[in-house]
């Protein structure tokens, strides 16, 4: 689903071209200077290391991590800084101005190939898509037989007791289903979904149909978990909010992550299967929400 | 109702709370009778576990009068008397069922704040922070308890008073539970790192699950005592000698087969410069233990042994000496308490004479005095080993 080698090998490429120019920059200073043209200057050799050092530090930087997300950004920002200082070179006396100006277009070059690096690694690692679906899974395992799960999961009506994020799900006719779910900002969305595969004791899958806010396709796995240990629940989903991209970004932004949600619904699932409610505390008294994880009740007696 | 509050780091203040309320069918209210202050509260007082609010009630070892039953309790009556075990077990998880009910898989309503620091979360505990659920403590006059048909035990005998049987709920068991880990052998020599109350009851569970000789650690001459008094320990001051070497001549080269820690975070060195280095680390939390004793307990085991962790760490520890576990086959055996394992097993030995848990307790106070009882815990004042609390 996820793809990863986009980006990978051009940040990597960029990883050893900055440990080449930065040594380079570091160990031949005035040849460099020269070649830039700012040889003349009196604080280049200074600024020229500085660069260096800074370009080694990035480089290994990039090499040594799996994901050098955040540093192919910082080469960005550090080339922007390097066309700032070959602009101000340019206005000095004591600068080769056409050597500049020509390392200047080489600093464009590179920095189109970092900014193109830098959002194919952020994209392909990020679980929002080209166009702002969320794709999530997650599992958790039920003490409780398959069979038994697949019953109380499939009764949709019941879903909102302890998935909170959902306000209700009333079945229409056709053997279909109307959902209404809570979004950010205190407003509602509304879908109609269709079954698309159910075999009881296994899987459940469905699919919304058009017209609806949301666009969401999911399943959910129900299998025996080994060790005699109940069921194992995975659930696969992808939906696409009011908003696209900039929509599911936003709701990150406020703290409503889907993901989580998903994973505190199963949580209430869970708890509802095995010990017959939501369990409560005093710094959750409405259960285990994602809302709650940040802001606790302090823990004494609601009152 | 009163209930003692965490109110930052080292205040503690007894304040006027609502009173709890039954929230789900399983629950039960609890009137307290009695309540002790623990070792590992001492780490919520000085602030070397994330996750309090101001105004949490503290407070996990407690028994007393059931006063309202939710409509799911069929096992408890209004009037029964209880001890109820720290941990919160719903009984019907896998790890439930597993008799791991430190481990509970339903009650810990923060579970995704302790996944992101463990990997995954254990059970809610009762006044621990909310890392561990967010529950209200039972420091107070009542307490609502959740799964009342798991948790609390019955005391049936009226003979037997709340000191005897205080200690249930957690630092007996603890202790118990800390030297039923060793899997100790007849002939076995066991040393026990820490004196404090779980210390005491860990070389006490010692002796009588067969060990030939208990040896206690600890600096503070009225533990060393008791311990001698009480587990017939032999003891040893590390302040006044080294340890390691002690250990090694009393046991003809070897070390002792099987080394309990029962101090956790906030252990204390002799050597300044060492302890200043911990504190320095712990105090900019580039290390949130201090694990001296456990480092100690390791290099003193003897090859092939078991070490025994059931002091209470939080996060992640400098320096440890995963090189002496490898390269001389130790086995590590730790976790907090699975209370409810051992309640019963422990009651009838209590009610048969052969532990009498009251010899821990040197201070009685009343409920408004906890910031006091806190305070003298904590400095060791007045040869303070266990205070317990009246509301």
Known sequence: MIVKHKGIRLGRALGWFSIALGSAQVLLTERMNRLVGVDGMPTAKALMRGVGVQELTVGAAILNSPRPVGWL??????????????????????????????????????????????????????????????????????????????????????????????????????????????????KTVEWDAEIVEDRPGEVVAWRSLEGGDVDTCGLVRFAPATGDRGTEVVVEMEYTPPGGRAGAVAAKLFGESPEQQVRDDLRRFKQVMETGEVVRSDGSPEGSTTHRQLKQRPAQPVG | MKATCWMGPRTVRVKDVPDPKILNGRDAIVRITSTAICGSDLHLYGHYVPGLKVGDILGHEFMGEVVETGPEVSNLAVGDRVVVPFPIACGACNACKRELYSLCENSNTTAPRAEKLWGHSPAGIFGYSHLLGGYAGGQAEYVRVPFADVGPLKIEDDSLTDEQVLFLSDVLPTGYMGAELCDIRPGDVVAVWGAGTVGQFAALSARLLGAERVVVI???????????????????DYEQTDVLAELKDMTGGRGPDACIDAVGLEAHHPAAPLHAYDKAKQFARLETERSHALREAIMSCRNGGTV???????????????GSV????????????????YMRPLL???????IDPTFVITHHLSLDEAPNGYDTFKHDKDECVKVVLHP
């Open chain 1, 73 to 186: 950004w910082s080469r960005v920002a550090g080339d922007v800084m390097h066309l700032a200082m070959l602009r101000a070179a340019m206005g000095s006396s004591g600068s080769d101005r056409s050597r500049v100006r020509a390392a200047a277009y080489a600093v464009l070059g590179v920095g189109v190939a970092d900014l193109v690096a830098a959002r194919a690694l952020a994209r392909a690692s990020s679980r929002i898509t080209e166009d702002g679906a969320t794709r999530l899974r997650t599992a958790i395992t039920v003490n409780r037989p398959p069979e038994e799960v697949y019953r109380s999961w499939r009764d949709f009506e019941r879903l909102p007791q302890f998935m909170y994020h959902l306000e209700s799900v009333q079945p229409t006719e056709q053997g279909r289903w109307h959902w209404v779910a809570r979004a950010p900002a205190g």
């Open chain 2, 218 to 236: 600890d600096r503070v001459a009225r533990r060393l005592e008791m311990a001698r008094e009480h587990a017939g320990a032999e003891t040893l």
């Open chain 2, 308 to 322: 025994s962790i059931i002091g209470v760490y939080g996060g992640f520890a400098d320096k440890f000496p995963i």
């Open chain 2, 326 to 341: 490898m390269n001389r086959s130790l086995t590590i055996r730790t976790g907090q308490c699975h209370v409810h394992r």
């Open chain 2, 348 to 354: 009838e030995r209590i009610t048969k004479r052969e």
